[in-house]
């Protein structure tokens, strides 16, 4: 056992210096506020596909699909088929508006058609989307390096909260997009090599098929409701993420930033079916476990090799998607309100100074609800969920500018809020999963605005404080 952790230990060690001097080598692009948020642009597709990668396949989601599989089955893997089709759609639909936009922010495009108060609002619903994200992912990454270094579950959350937030806040987004495409590869050959272990271990399909109930062999066993609630949940929070929206204005260009789509869409899928199969296998090796520990109960008995190449890919993405999550809360902290309310000289140096506090702030404060977490897959998807809520109004604002007013678009957030939350709490009554209720909040409000807004000629855009480009919109009208 000894041997074991020297070896998993010495390798990651070894792993972990290399980002770290990554990290340190590109420290001159965080020295400004746009360095620290956009890390200098024009970066290739293969490493914003990387980057994109790394967070959408962290702990929260491996975990939490291993832990479905062992629930329920290979439907489990639905959840990333339902992101590898928000990637594809986003290629499509939004990432031309994205670079033509001249955003890069979601609060920013949104402001730009209905005003300063959507700007706010929308502002407040991303950061805390992203940091019930964050909580699923420190939950996750807790629960391997607990089960693997034998450690408590709460020390090894604190350790990835601390050292997340140090390379991040040194190095900015050219770290984070640069230590990312690392992250992704290790991750993918993690994975790969914990599924091959897995079957080995229980006996292969053929003895999957024999101890496990028929059921879980079915496709839909999760059921259309869940499925469709992933679709919902997974296509709105590609479309309004903000680190995505920051990472496809990355780009040269949309033809770059649709290739870095296409690259994400395409791993997705096996990715998902090899975390489920892991699941599929603790079922049958350990049926007594809890199911959170579906993952890291196989980790724990890999061989040592193998099972330091899952730990360092696990613990990369997992550094990879909480420093995504803090540089976008932070990003939008200080553009809608630290540099408009209390830095209005512009004064760089502070910008930067109040990033490198908000990036700790935000990179920390999850790790107290982590350590309750249990359903990591449900709460990775609540925070997808209320991204759906900005998704439904950026696809407005670019295709149906004319529809809703501005206070629709505002007490659509309000509303989206206040329902998913509540509803995700109240345990998901009737079956309903509470991504629907954040799809309906903001197409009702804009429906009933639409319907009883003036029809005199009056300049609705008006009425929300619009900046240049939601007059040009006002004027046409």
């Known amino acids: 056992m000894d041997t074991r952790l020297l070896t998993i230990g010495g390798i990651a060690v070894a792993y972990f210096a290399v980002i770290s001097w990554i990290t340190y080598s590109v420290r001159k692009h965080a020295s400004s506020s746009e360095g620290m948020t956009a890390g200098g642009r024009n970066f290739p597709a293969y490493l914003i596909g990387a980057l994109l990668l790394s967070e959408f396949i962290g702990s929260s989601v491996s975990i939490g699909t291993a832990q479905q599989g062992f629930e329920v089955g290979i439907s489990a893997a639905w959840n990333l088929v339902a992101l590898s089709l928000g990637f594809l759609l986003l290629s499509f639909v939004l990432v031309k508006k994205f670079k033509e936009s001249g955003q890069n922010t979601i609060s920013g495009i ?26 699923a992912l420190y939950a996750g ?36 997009v640069y230590t990312n495409f690392a992250h992704s590869i290790v991750k993918y050959i993690g994975v790969i090599l914990a599924l091959a272990y897995a079957l080995d271990a229980s006996g292969g399909i053929a003895t999957l098929q024999a101890n496990l109930p ?17 679709m919902i949940g997974g296509i709105g929070s590609i479309f309004a993420t903000q680190y995505v929206i920051q990472a496809l204005v990355g780009t040269d260009n949309p033809a770059v930033a649709r290739r870095a789509c296409y690259y994400v869409s395409s791993l997705m899928i096996p990715f998902g079916l090899m975390a489920a199969l892991i699941g599929m296998c603790s079922a049958v090796m350990w049926p007594g476990i809890k199911s959170i520990d579906a993952f890291p109960k196989l980790i724990a008995h890999m061989p040592a090799f193998s099972a330091s190449v899952m730990v360092v890919g696990l613990a990369g993405a997992l550094f990879g998607g909480i420093s995504a999550t803090t540089l976008a809360s932070s990003t939008l902290a200080m553009k809608d309100f630290f540099d408009p309310f209390f830095n209005k000289a512009k004064d760089d140096r502070k910008s930067v100074l109040f990033l490198r506090v908000a990036i700790a702030v935000t ?41 809703g007013t501005p206070r629709g678009a505002f007490f659509g957030i309000i509303l989206s809020v206040v329902a998913t939350i509540g509803w995700f709490l109240a345990g998901n009554p009737f079956g309903v999963d509470s ?8 197409i009702l409000t804009m429906g009933i605005s639409e319907i009883f807004k003036p029809r005199n000629g009056t300049p609705l855009r008006e009425v929300a404080a619009p900046q240049e480009f939601g007059r040009s919109r006002n004027a046409t009208r």
């Open 110 to 135: 949104l402001a730009s058609a209905y005003g300063e108060p959507v700007r706010f609002a929308s502002s407040v619903l991303t950061i805390v989307a992203l940091s019930i994200v964050a909580v």
């Open 141 to 176: 990454g807790g629960a391997v390096l607990a089960a693997v270094l034998h450690i408590k579950k709460s020390w090894a959350i604190l350790l990835i909260g601390v050292t997340t937030v140090i390379y991040v806040s040194l190095g900015g987004m050219r770290s984070v």
């Open 435 to 442: 991504s629907y209720l954040a799809l309906a909040g903001p």
């Open 363 to 403: 990179g920390l404060l999850p790790l107290i609800l982590a350590l309750y977490a249990e359903k990591l897959l449900m709460i990775a998807f609540l925070g997808k969920a209320l991204r759906a809520t900005l998704a439904v109004l950026i696809l407005m604002a670019f295709y149906a500018p004319k529809f």
């Open 214 to 230: 028929a059921k879980m062999f079915n496709w839909t066993e999760i059921g259309w409701g869940q499925i469709f609630a992933w």
